[in-house]
């Protein structure tokens, strides 16, 4: 089945403590992209990668890194993460095509306290 | 700036009758619209996409209309299920300064379908 997998789903965590949300995806898609998605906003991209070793700044991408060493996997890395870093957060991966088409995972809801 | 604005916020329907759900948007170069369904606590998936030669699309029970002067998008649901209950997002993509394709989302509209 082609989807995106994220994980972990649920994570709570403290203020400083360095954590992983790894993405991945089996459509041999070249283009990923993270989102947070907060309360009343719309989902805002973070950063994104257009193929292996090639990411870029997305709208809000302060306290957040990426890395993209394989094509299928877009980790993305909170070095210190604050309070105001809780959100949901979406990983995508894009199609190509006339459409373009993008394939959202199902979400990490991370709280840090 | 970019923007995309959705209305209403929330609408709440009963079971079986039609809704529709409004998007505006000021997204210049415009590329492609897309509208998206959000399950609670679920990834957003794709209903339609229309270009700016497309005037209306279907999927199922859902259609979506785009009047490109106007800046305008509409998402009609027939025959509402239970299942319809989600968010409904709009979309509008534009291409950068730098020649790749960027999203801009709007805030959802919350739809209740009650039985």
């Known amino acids: 089945e082609a989807q995106v997998t994220q994980n972990p789903r649920y994570l709570i965590t403290v203020t400083g403590k360095k954590l992983t949300v790894t993405c991945s995806q089996n459509m041999n898609h070249e283009y990923m992209s993270w989102y947070r998605q907060d309360p009343g906003l719309g989902l805002r991209q973070i950063y994104y990668?257009?193929?292996?070793?090639?990411?870029d700044k997305g709208d809000v991408p302060e306290g957040y890194k990426v890395s993209r060493k394989e094509k299928r996997n877009f980790p993305l890395i909170l070095e210190s993460p604050s309070p105001n870093q809780t959100s949901l957060y979406f990983c995508a991966s894009n199609g190509g095509g006339s459409y373009n088409e993008q394939f959202f995972g199902p979400g990490t809801r991370l709280t840090v306290l | 700036k970019n923007q995309v604005e959705q209305s209403p916020q929330s609408l709440i329907i009963l079971e079986g009758k039609n809704c529709t759900l409004q998007c505006n948007y000021t997204v210049s170069p415009f590329s492609n619209l897309r509208w998206y369904k959000q399950d609670t606590g679920r990834g957003p998936v794709s209903l339609t996409i229309m270009t700016f030669s497309e005037n209306t699309k279907s999927n199922g029970r859902y259609t979506a209309t785009l009047d490109a002067d106007t800046k305008q998008s509409s998402l009609h649901i027939t025959a509402s299920q239970l299942s319809d209950s989600a968010s409904y997002i709009c979309?509008?993509?534009?291409?950068?300064?730098?020649?790749?394709?960027?999203?801009?989302f709007g805030t959802g509209t919350r739809l209740t379908i009650i039985p």
């Open positions: 979309v509008v993509s534009y291409s950068s300064n730098f020649g790749n394709e960027k999203l801009t």
């Open positions: 990668s257009m193929n292996v070793e090639v990411t």
